[in-house]
């Protein structure tokens, strides 16, 4: 089986706590503050009533919160879309968030 995404970072940060994780601009992110962002935030999805199959929108710029948000929906057992992929993809999400 394929490790997924958020497992490779889990492994890294168990490994390397102290090395950086993510850059971006000026800001640097620890492997083991990343992957405890990713944990908190895969955790509010679920509880926000995402689950397996489902599909998280992602409307960020290249950014730190971009980076979480992959991760976390890895965590979460969902589906990362971005922005970009078309309109049929905004209707769906914009679909999805009125059946909740």
């Known amino acids: 089986m394929d490790a997924l995404l958020h ?3 889990r492994s890294i940060a168990a ?12 800001r640097r992110m620890t492997c083991a503050w990343t992957w405890r962002a990713v944990t908190s935030l895969a ?7 995402l689950e397996r199959g489902d599909r998280l929108g992602v409307f960020l710029d290249a950014s730190i919160p ?15 879309a ?19």
């Open 7 to 9: 497992h490779l970072l």
């Open 15 to 26: 490994r390397f706590p102290g090395k950086e994780a993510i850059v971006h601009r000026n």
């Open 43 to 49: 955790s509010r999805l679920k509880s926000a009533g």
């Open 66 to 80: 971009q980076a979480l948000s992959i991760f976390a929906a890895s965590a979460a057992d969902v589906e990362p």
């Open 82 to 100: 971005f922005r970009g992929e078309g309109d049929a993809f905004e209707r769906q999400i914009l679909g999805a968030i009125s059946r909740r």
